[in-house]
C-alpha cells in the first residue's frame, strides 16, 4: 500500500469521526441546553432568595459551575454589574434561555415579586422536563427508525432483483399484474427517480430543522415562524389542550403572583398577558383585562375573552370569598392536571398507532409481492 493510500484512509476516518462526533452535538444540544438553564436559573433563585448583592453572588456561583453554565453566569454576573435588569441580563448574556423564563422574569421585576417569579420559572423547567422524559420515555422511536429502515431496505431489494423478474414473467404469459403490487412498483421507480432530490432535501431539512427547534423565540413579538408553528400546534388535536394548559398555568400563576404584590385583577392580567405563550391564547388574556376594564363582572369576561368555564368559575368565587389567591392557585393546578393528562394519553397512543402503521405498511408489502404468484399460478392452470 502506497504511503499516499495511507493519507487517504487516516483523513477519511479523521473526517468520519469528526461527523459523528457533530453529530453528537447536534443531537445532544438540546439536552445540553435544558440542563444548562436548569443550573443558571437555579443559582439565580438561590441567590436572590438570600437576598445578596446578585452581581457578586453570581460571579462566585460560576467559578463552581463549569462549561456553559460558568460562561452564562459570568456574562450575566457583568450585565448586571452595569446597570441591566435581570431579565435584560438573562436576555443578553443567556441568549438561548427559553423565552417563557425570561418574560417571567421580567413580569416579576414589573411586580415587584422576583423571588417568586423565578421560583415560577424554575417550576416550569421542572414540568416541562418531566412531560418530555415520560413521553419520549417509550420504546417505540428506536423500533420506528429499525423499522422503516428495515422496509426501505427489504423494497429496494424487492425492485432490484424480484420486480423486473415478475415483469419479464408475466410479459411472457401475457399476464397484467395485480393492482397493488403495479402501484407499489410505481411509487418505487418513482422515488428511486426522485432519490438524489429527496436525499439533498433531507440534508438540508434536518440542520434547519435542528436550528429551528433550538433558536429561543424571540420577545415580546415572536418571529412569523414561531407563529406559525404555534398556530399548528393550536389547531392540531391535543396539542392544543397542551398549548391551552400550559399557556393558562403560566398566566395565572403570573397573575396570582401579581396579586400578591397589590395589583389589581386588571393589571394583573394586563401583565399576565406579556408572558411568551402560545400567540393565539395571548390575546385573549389582553382581552379579559380590556372587558374587567370596561366593567364587566369576572365570570362574564372570562368567558367572553375564551379563557375557559372553570377560569371564570375559580375567579368568580375567590373574588366573592376574598382569597383570590387560593382561587388562582387551583385554576393553576388544574391546567397543569390536564397538560399532565393530555401527555400521557399521547404517551400511550404513540405505540399502538405506530405498531398499526408499520404492521399495515408491511402487510402491503408482503401482499403485493405475493399476489403476482397467486396471479401467475392461475394463469398457467387456466
Known sequence: MKIFDVY?????VLIALGILYLFFKLITAWDRRKANERIVIGQIRTVVRQNLSL???????????????????????????????????????????SSIVVSLIAAGEHAGQLPLALEQAEQYLIERDWYKERFVDTVVWPYVIIVLVAITLVMSGLMVAVVPKYKAIFQDFNTELPMLTKTIIRFSEEFAALFWLIFF????????????????????????ISRIFDRLRWYCPFFRDVEFGRGMSAMLRTIRMSIRSGMSLEKAAQLASSIDVNVLLRPRMARFAELLAGGMNVRKASDHAGLGELTGVALAGGQRSG????ALRYASDYYV?????????????VWPIWVLILGVMVGLVVIAMFMPLVALINAATG
Open 55 to 97: 452581581s457578586t453572588a453570581l460571579a462566585i456561583a460560576a467559578e463552581s459551575e463549569r462549561g456553559a453554565a460558568r460562561t452564562h453566569l459570568r456574562r450575566i454576573s457583568k450585565l448586571l454589574s452595569q446597570g441591566l435588569s435581570l431579565s435584560r441580563a438573562v436576555h443578553l448574556g443567556f441568549p438561548n434561555c
Open 337 to 349: 392536571a390536564i397538560v399532565s393528562r393530555t401527555w400521557s394519553i399521547l404517551r400511550n397512543m
Open 201 to 224: 432535501v433531507t440534508i438540508i431539512s434536518v440542520p434547519i430543522g435542528i436550528y429551528l427547534s433550538l433558536r429561543p423565540r424571540r420577545i415580546p413579538d415572536p418571529t412569523i
Open 323 to 326: 382569597n383570590m389567591d387560593a
Open 8 to 12: 487517504a484512509i487516516i483523513c477519511l
